[in-house]
């Protein structure tokens, strides 16, 4: 799936030819989600308020997702950010009104909407009546989260086209957050409608309602609201926060009841609904069974960590929110984060960023734009917005460990080595930080750092956790690539006990056992285990491919080479293989070709001395199959 379109270019791909904005990024953003929808049952924006990245899940999707076959050691791909190089004012001065523009189409299609939105600013500056420059510089500035600059550009779009539902969105928030509630009311229902975005505006109008003193008035909007059925649960939580602020406890209760029945997995309406039992006649002890309840199905999360701690003091914890300025910010964060992975990315930026302009330290918010961030690979963005995220925050430590993550992925690994070690001084309990320092020492080949990392993470294992294999399982890559096969074995043993039919298991110490010629016919079971469950896995498909090779089967070898080449074409130690196998074959006019490709792919650099002595000189005839390149195959991170 490639990047979303820029928002910037969304607006303008939807613009109808009377030169009326049309809904902006939303419409593409609803028709996936009404994908979604149909999909599930369940409603797939109820998720978002459980939506966190816990980081247990963050290090096993990272490296789920590019695991490569067991000694397929490749050196991680640490990709730079690829952002325009933001224009100093000399540039913006300098360049023309065409070169503004084409330097502004660059910077959009990077994502990168501070260039972006200086650019068109730029251009605009110099072309003022231009009205589609004017159009890109306010999205482009939504997007940055200038909303300030946006306001300022929706006054004037407003002026050519009073019905652009965008523009008199922000000016309504921007109303909302002056506390000119009336105003809000009149600019949000005027603002882009459809399945998603009538709700947001249904919820906004119902804030700017309570904000003038209308409660009442507001939850009776809110009530007429029909739609599809995952509306319920936030008609129901944000009618019983509004309720809440207005002193109307009783009836709040009933509307956070109702909330939290409707899905007890919701973090958002569980939080909300503890809150509301913590100040209530059962007190502390009735919110902490909620809070504990949940934290059976999502373990440690650290606002329900926190709310667990509260109330076991006998804390009476205050609402969710405390304005209606909260109240909106809530609302918009909360679809905004339920659309960052469902095809609605534009969409969600806007939400988010409109969010943080009514609440800046919201700290679930920050998170899901620093996600957002990393879904469309602009790391060092993302990092910039977790270093947003308060101290004082129960989610500091995870947008820490987060922001480590993206500075490994920035090429900054010591500076995220850093941060993750003072996290896991301050907390040696903690799991999920000690996994992302051992992956980032692993993906550095820091193999006998990893080890005891690795090892200090197992150590803190309850028993509980449904992954514990993964620990293991690195923690045996790393001893193996430390020479410590005996412990490697071990660990790759544990990990199948634990999780029997694990792929990558299966392939590492299956393959590892054929290298070393031990129990040659079960490991060969195990490898054609792991291909049957992940047959599109080129690095597996080419540990099986090199497992024939080195049992002497060459054809079977070849076979199956061509066809991780045909799902890896680009991997340098894949290409190496099929020359050897084709050398064997008698093939070797293609094994020259093969390996000449390897080559020109950047292997490692111990390879390269490696594949040139082959297209020199080929394989000698009485070499027996040998793990030439079986190092270079190791699980470092990167693949499958």
């Known amino acids: 799936m490639g990047s979303p379109v820029p928002a910037v270019e969304?607006?303008?791909?939807?613009?109808?030819?009377?030169?009326?904005?049309?809904?902006?990024?939303?419409?593409?953003?609803?028709?996936?989600?009404?994908?979604?929808?149909?999909?599930?049952?369940?409603?797939?924006?109820?998720?978002?308020?459980?939506?966190?990245?816990?980081?247990?899940?963050?290090?096993?999707?990272?490296?789920?997702?590019?695991?490569?076959?067991?000694?397929?050691?490749?050196?991680?791909?640490?990709?730079?950010d690829s952002s325009a190089t933001f224009p100093t004012r000399q540039d913006l001065r300098d360049m023309t009104v065409a070169g503004s523009y084409l330097a502004a189409r660059h910077a959009s299609i990077e994502r990168d909407a501070t260039a972006a939105a200086e650019f068109y600013r730029s251009a605009l500056r110099k072309d003022p009546k231009n009205n589609e420059l004017l159009d890109r510089a306010f999205i482009s500035s939504l997007a940055d989260g200038n909303i300030d600059e946006a306001v300022k550009l929706a006054g004037r779009v407003l002026k050519i086209d009073k019905s652009n539902r965008v523009a008199r969105l922000v000016i309504g928030v921007h109303d909302l957050k002056q506390k000119r509630y009336e105003a809000a009311r009149r600019n949000i229902n005027q603002s882009v409608r459809g399945p998603i975005t009538d709700l947001v505006a249904t919820l906004l109008v119902g804030w700017a309602e309570f904000g003038a003193g209308n409660?009442?008035?507001?939850?009776?909007?809110?009530?007429?609201?029909?739609?599809?059925?995952?509306?319920?649960?936030?008609?129901?939580?944000?009618?019983?926060?509004?309720?809440?602020?207005?002193?109307?406890?009783?009836?709040?209760?009933?509307?956070l009841e109702r909330a939290y029945k409707l899905d007890e997995t919701a973090l958002r309406v569980m939080d909300a609904y503890a809150r509301w039992l913590s100040r209530g006649k059962d007190g502390a002890p009735a919110a902490e069974a909620i809070y504990e309840a949940f934290n059976k199905k999502l373990a440690r999360h650290p606002l329900v960590v926190e709310g667990i701690r509260e109330t076991k003091a006998g804390a009476k914890l205050p609402p969710l929110v405390d304005s209606p300025q909260a109240g909106a910010a809530e609302a918009l964060y909360g679809i905004g984060a339920s659309l960052t992975r469902r095809g609605g990315e534009d969409l969600a930026l806007v939400y988010l960023q409109l969010a943080l302009y009514l609440q800046p330290n919201h700290a679930l918010a920050l998170l899901s734009l620093g996600d957002l961030y990393e879904s469309v690979k602009k790391p060092q963005m993302a990092i910039k917005v977790y270093e947003r995220v308060p101290e004082r925050s129960a989610l500091h430590r995870n947008a820490q460990v987060q922001m480590a993550t993206d500075l490994d992925a920035s090429d900054r690994s010591d500076e995220a080595i850093k941060i993750l070690q003072t996290v896991t001084k301050d907390d040696p309990s903690d799991v999920e930080a000690i996994m992302a320092l051992g992956n980032i020492e692993r993906g550095r080949k820091k193999f006998a750092d990893c080890a005891v990392t690795y090892t200090k993470a197992i150590d803190q294992l309850t028993g509980s956790e449904n992954n514990n294999w993964v620990y293991y399982y690195f923690r045996g890559i790393c001893e193996e690539r430390s020479k410590n096969w005996d412990k490697a074995e071990l660990d790759m043993k544990k990990a199948l006990e634990l999780k029997p039919e694990q792929p990558h298991v299966l392939n590492y110490l299956g393959y590892s056992w054929i290298d070393r010629g031990l129990h040659l016919d079960d490991a060969m079971k195990m490898i054609k285990r792991a291909v049957d469950q992940r047959p599109d896995d080129g690095y597996i498909v080419d540990s099986l491919g090199w497992a024939y090779y080195r049992i002497g089967n060459y054809q079977e070898a070849v076979k199956n080479l061509e066809r991780a080449i045909d799902l890896k074409p680009e991997d340098p130690t894949i290409n190496d293989h099929l020359g050897d196998a084709y050398w064997r074959v008698g093939r070797t006019l293609e094994a020259r070709f093969q390996w000449a490709h390897a080559r020109d792919l950047k292997p490692e650099a111990d390879e390269l001395p490696k594949i040139e002595a082959k297209i020199a000189n080929g394989l000698p005839a009485d070499e027996t199959p040998a793990a030439a390149s079986a190092d270079k195959k190791k699980d470092e991170g990167k693949g499958g």
Not at 227 to 251: C, R, T
Request: glycine letters at 6%; charged letters at 20%.
């Open 10 to 80: 969304v607006v303008v791909a939807l613009r109808i030819k009377a030169k009326r904005c049309i809904v902006a990024p939303s419409d593409r953003a609803v028709s996936v989600m009404k994908l979604g929808l149909s999909a599930n049952s369940r409603s797939w924006l109820v998720v978002m308020f459980s939506r966190f990245k816990s980081l247990t899940v963050i290090a096993l999707a990272a490296s789920a997702l590019v695991l490569p076959g067991p000694l397929a050691a490749q050196t991680p791909d640490h990709p730079t």
């Open 215 to 255: 409660a009442k008035g507001a939850v009776a909007d809110i009530d007429k609201l029909t739609g599809p059925e995952w509306y319920p649960v936030f008609k129901d939580l944000h009618s019983g926060l509004i309720m809440q602020l207005a002193g109307n406890e009783k009836d709040a209760g009933v509307r």
